[in-house]
């Protein structure tokens, strides 16, 4: 059988100075080519886990491998896109899609032809030229994803990478990011506290829970693509998800906040 594109064992992460765990022991595999989503209510671990996927944290336990190799860093097969562009500002538009062609010495031609390409698959060709300051925040946040997709990783991490544009421009995005996902198709693993954006895009859902962090339900969901946020199969699993999380919120003193929050996710 085919090796997965990623595997998660048993991992898990208590922060110093921590009373809780911030992630307990989870494991989940993701096949190549997989899209999978991450989606809970702000502090259940999220973060922590895809960091951990990245190589920018050390699980206290457990393991996690990467196309067949543990994952010891970042880099190696895998890319990460966060809910800030944090592009840099003296650079243009290309010349920040092809820095890490240039970190990596991509020969020239080489790398004129993949920033093309990426550019071109989040409409950014026309802008090319432009600095960060002179784009909206759709268009910084598709130029971080061009940067991303230049490397031409197998697996492409993204933690809530759409979380600070407006309604909208995020819907947009995410279509967009079902299209690209459908032309390239790496492996994903999408963070997001949005319930229909994590149904609308995704194979997989892991639903966590907060308070220690952990997946209380996985999803899978095979309505054929492309997809419409409109479905109502996606409201429907919505509704289902969020039955789920109100349900794991049994702690009476915590119960009203959180269920406030639970509810607008
Ligand atoms: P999410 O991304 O789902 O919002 P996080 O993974 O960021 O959740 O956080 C999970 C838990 O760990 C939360 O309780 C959070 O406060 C805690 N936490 C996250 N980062 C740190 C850190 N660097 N130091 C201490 N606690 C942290
Ligand atoms: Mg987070």
């Excluded at 097969?77 to 840099?88: E, M, S």
């Amino acid at each position: 059988m085919e090796q997965p594109a990623l595997r998660v064992i048993d991992a898990c992460k208590t922060y110093d100075r921590s009373d809780h765990a911030a992630l307990l022991p989870t494991s989940f595999e993701v096949a190549r080519g997989e899209f999978v989503s991450l989606v809970g209510p702000s502090g259940c671990g999220k973060s922590t886990l895809l960091g951990m996927i990245a190589g920018l944290l050390t699980p206290d336990a457990g393991t996690i491998e990467a196309l067949g190799r543990p994952v010891t860093g970042p880099g190696d097969g895998r890319a990460i896109v966060f809910q800030d562009a944090a592009l840099f500002p003296w650079l243009t538009v290309l010349h920040n899609v092809e820095y890490g062609l240039r970190a990596h010495k991509v020969p020239k031609a080489e790398r004129r032809e993949r920033v093309e390409d990426a550019l071109r698959l989040v409409h950014l060709d026309h802008v090319a030229d432009k600095y960060p300051y002179e784009l909206s925040g759709g268009m910084r946040q598709r130029a971080s994803i061009a940067r991303a997709l230049v490397m031409r990783p197998e697996i492409l991490l993204m933690d809530e990478p759409f979380s600070a544009l407006d309604a909208q421009t995020r819907t947009i995005l995410s279509d967009e990011l079902q299209r690209i996902w459908l032309e390239t198709r790496p492996a994903v693993v999408f963070v997001t506290h949005n319930l229909i954006e994590a149904a609308f895009l995704s194979d997989t859902v892991h639903l966590l829970s907060s308070g220690p962090g952990r997946i209380v339900k996985t999803y899978d969901i095979d309505i054929p693509r492309p997809r419409d946020e409109a479905d109502p199969a996606l409201l429907e699993l919505r509704h289902d998800m969020l039955d789920r999380l109100r349900a794991e919120v049994d702690d009476a003193a915590e119960r009203r906040a959180q269920v406030a929050e639970v509810s607008a996710l």
